[in-house]
């Protein structure tokens, strides 16, 4: 059984501050099901990124994917006030324990 | 525009069932994996199930597995998900999710919540 282990747990971080967030898999997986997630208080999920690096329609370009085998990195270049929530990274049926951005 | 509307939450006891409903339109449902998400209060997320297009696969998460029955009706556009022998552990909103081969899990409803509690 894959785990994924996200950190940090909490990121402290201010507006137009570059954000990074990783995302380790406990084995090798493929790229092509490993994706990111953002959720805002009592939302639904939403869809970042997916096969690791490509943004889903409507993402701003400030967000970012990389990463191969077992580690995996979401940026976002510059924080907007809106960007400020729990994202979480999905390998198949599998979630990350999630990290929290939030503004310092 | 993509819609995917959950019902059927509500308070039971332990021991108790219910059935949760996804209402999905603006896409042609019959060609999407289906799932279910649930994420318990201050948790974050956990798959419950999957159910292919066709019904011909489906997959439960261990921890509901023999409880939880996952059904879909194309022709209604809807996705269910029949809870039996709930438990406190299953406290949680449940998400309706779609699937593409492509993109992933693009699509997902505004949940439902279940609570369990005598």
Redesign the interface.
Known sequence: EIVLTQSPGTLSLSPGERATLSCRASQSVSSS?L?W?Q?KPG?????LI??AS?R??GIPDRFSGSGSGTDFTLTISRLEPEDFAVY?C?QA??????TKVEIK | EVQLVESGGGLVKPGGSLRLSCAASGFTFSSYSMNW?RQAPGK????VS?ISSSSSYI?Y?DSVKGRFTISRDNAKNSLYLQMNSLRAEDTAVY?CASYDIL????D????TLVTVSS
Do not use: C, H, I, K
């Open positions: 099901y994706a997630y959720q939302q639904a999920p939403r869809l997916y096969g490509s889903a329609t979480y999905q049926l599998t979630f990350g324990g999630g | 998400v974050g997320l956990e798959w999957s997959y998460a998400y993109t992933g899990w693009g997902w409803g505004q949940g």
